[in-house]
């Protein structure tokens, strides 16, 4: 059975110019992503302005903890993308449905999970972490009211996921902006008026969320299409939970070996006080920009080869794959720079105090000259999980990012305890990941061709 047309405005991801509908897929995440990083900046800005360091180091101090908490059930949302696109791709209705409604049980679920582990391990994740005891109470707060919005946060990444899969990237770029635009407002009223400090900053963000998860929930219900939220049809589905959860989880898994290199670096930043805490945590959020206009087209990558494989249209993958390397590249070396020559400025916007700017200028210079290779390892595994390979870059991620990392702060760093030791670390192992992640795509594109003459769409590693 064939896919209805929808009434939103979709992409032909098999079909049709690549270049061309490869942009017009991944600037609106690109620009919603900024839109989600925005949240997070305006909370720190705000509080490193109006409040102080000490309130600034306290949410800098959960970033690198969120995202590790986060990213193993935002990998289930990948999966759900994958195999949303894949039988979307195959033009297979009852499919697209299961996938849909149960990728939405295991997001309910995981949300539930995660509020909970949140509010009930905020202080002992922060212990673990050896957060400087002047900023401790502060940090549990904002990671428990945080976690009250978990929920929702997820809610907009799975549902995002899915109509995106069928080639709607614009209608969760305008829920980003509305959701920015309010977490801007609500930032100012909790601090300026009702002087809420950190635990103002962490309301704001949990009402912005639930409004972009509300507003995609609403789209995804009146969809017309076999990519359609009918709340009573949400359940899990052996076969769909199956695939989702096989593609998803060693995403989810490489995001938790990104997090935990990042939170032993951010262990060994610690060491250098609050001060240094301040200077990386606003260079965090400037790469967070960076890396969302790269992230765009590894969604691109992943998302048009899965759709590209379901139709039998092999020959497209490489292609695909070309156009977003190089689109990736040029994103992530041409702000990479612009950061670079503006890095004072910049970095004035979260902190008023030199020393703080200096601080965070030293992982500038360090990082951002080969911060594109972290892209470019992105679209490559994103490529490699669109043709139904997820443990692959599993394996090479967690080799490259996190025990590679491990072994040079064990070493290296232990030796010469400097910031800009420590900070080298990452475009090293980058470099390393990535010549490991194009031998491991030509192996993979080499199977796959092996095997595509099988019945079945997903090609079990």
């Not at 990671?143 to 995002?160: D, H, Q, S, Y």
């Amino acid at each position: 059975m064939t896919l209805k047309k929808t009434n939103v405005a979709t992409i032909d991801m098999c079909n049709g110019p690549i270049v061309q509908n490869v942009l017009v897929f991944a600037i609106p995440i690109i620009i919603g992503n900024f839109m989600q990083i925005l949240l997070s900046a305006v909370d720190m800005a705000v509080v490193g302005k109006f409040v102080g360091e000490d309130a600034l180091a306290a949410v800098g101090a959960n970033i690198s903890l969120i995202y590790l908490i986060f990213n193993l059930f935002v990998g289930l949302s990948i999966g759900a993308n994958i195999v949303t696109a894949r039988y979307c791709g195959a033009q297979s209705e009852q499919d697209v449905e299961e996938t849909v409604h149960c990728s939405m049980a295991i997001c309910l679920l995981s949300g539930v999970f995660l509020a909970i582990l949140g509010i009930a391990a905020a202080r002992f994740f922060l212990e673990l972490l050896d957060t400087p005891e002047n900023i401790m109470d502060a940090a549990v707060t904002y990671l428990r009211v945080c976690a009250l919005g978990f929920p929702f946060t997820l809610i907009f990444n799975f549902t995002r996921a899915i109509v995106n899969a069928e080639g709607d990237t614009k209608f969760p770029l305008y829920c980003l902006i509305l959701a920015g635009t309010a977490n801007v407002i609500l930032n100012l009223i909790f601090v300026l008026i009702f002087h809420l400090d950190v635990f103002g900053v962490a309301l704001a963000t949990v009402f912005s969320n639930g409004l972009s998860a509300v507003l995609m929930t609403v789209r995804l219900c009146r969809g017309t299409t076999a990519v359609k939220l009918r709340i009573r049809r949400i359940r899990l589905v052996k076969s769909k939970a199956t695939d989702i959860i096989r593609i998803g989880l060693p995403a989810g898994l490489q995001g938790i070996a990104f997090s935990i290199s990042n939170v032993i670096v951010q262990d060994a930043v610690n060491s250098f006080g609050s001060i240094v805490i301040a200077g990386n945590t606003a260079v965090i959020n400037i790469e967070g920009f960076l890396y969302q206009a790269m992230y765009g087209f590894y969604q691109a990558s992943g998302t048009f080869i899965s759709q590209n494989c379901g139709a039998r249209k092999y020959g497209r993958i490489k292609k695909v794959l070309r156009v977003c390397l190089l689109w990736a590249f040029a994103a992530g070396f041409g702000l990479s720079i612009i950061s670079i020559v503006f890095r004072e400025g910049i970095l004035g916007i979260y902190s008023g105090q030199e020393a703080v700017v200096a601080a965070g200028a030293i992982r500038i210079l360090a990082v951002f000259p080969l911060y594109f290779l972290c892209g470019l390892n992105d679209v490559l595994s994103g490529a490699m999980r669109g043709m139904g390979y997820s443990t692959v870059p599993l394996v090479i991620s967690l080799m490259g990012a996190c025990v590679l990392r491990i072994v040079w702060i064990l070493t290296v760093f232990k030796a010469h305890h400097t910031l800009v030791i420590l900070y080298v670390s990452y475009p090293v192992t980058w470099g390393l990941t990535f010549m490991a992640h194009f031998i491991a795509f030509h192996i993979c594109y080499k199977n796959l061709h092996k095997k595509k003459v099988s019945k079945n769409l997903f090609f079990h590693e």
